[in-house]
């Protein structure tokens, strides 16, 4: 375990990814805040999230922290390899910043903002967009991923044939299908997450290999 964390500290550009890590984490809480008001879904994981910790009457950060937990077991013994800084900083800060900027939000913007659908389609766009390029990012820099986005490259490592997109949408399915036996609210945004996350996953490691010149 010593020789994996100093592994994490000697790749390249060591301070550059976790940089990248920290910021696209909290943004894509940021961004999730925004998709939550629009009311159009959200990612799958979120999607299901959002819909057990409403059962549970918690909030949601309390309720993927604990999520997050219980899965890192899990990969502990068959992923160890995607452990590391973006692990932790995923397993808290996305559940987190939602509930943070959502507080915010509630104070700060005025009722029924959000009835307009010109308004909500104006912020939907945007926001999407920017929860899966970060998402993308939090996931390409190497150093680490959720115990939620590990299960598919673990299963991407067994199933060698599979593209990695292929195996992430219906992974990302299997989950918006569980979701929405809980009750959670996928929308049109859950099912376009569910086919964008892998395709964009991938396009964005191509080029954070080119930035980062990772052998």
Avoid at 18 to 28: D, E, G, N, P
Avoid at 102 to 125: I, N, T
């Amino acid at each position: 375990m010593k020789k994996f964390i100093q592994g994490m500290y000697m790749k390249k550009k060591f301070r550059a990814r976790l940089i990248a890590v920290i910021l696209s984490v909290i943004v894509m809480g940021f961004a999730l805040s925004w998709l939550v008001l629009v009311d159009m879904g959200t990612d799958p994981c979120t999607t299901m999230n959002l819909a057990i910790s409403k059962k549970l009457g918690m909030s949601v950060g309390n309720w993927q922290a604990m999520f997050n937990i219980l899965l890192f077991v899990l990969v502990i013994f068959f992923g160890r390899e995607n452990i590391g800084f973006g692990t932790i900083a995923n397993m808290f800060l996305v559940g987190y910043s939602l509930d943070f900027f959502s507080w915010l939000w509630e104070g700060l913007l005025p009722a029924g903002l959000f009835d307009s659908m010109a308004v909500r389609l104006a912020v939907l766009f945007p926001a999407l967009a920017l929860f899966v390029l970060s998402a993308g990012v939090y996931m390409d820099v190497d150093l680490g991923t959720a115990p939620y986005d590990a299960i598919p490259f673990m299963a991407a490592k067994r199933l060698e044939r599979v593209p990695f997109r292929v195996i992430r949408m219906c992974f990302d399915f299997a989950v918006i299908i569980i979701g929405f036996c809980l009750g959670g609210n996928v929308g049109i945004v859950t099912i376009l997450m569910g086919f964008t996350l892998g395709p964009v996953i991938t396009w964005v490691g191509h080029r954070m290999e080119r930035f980062l010149r990772v052998e």
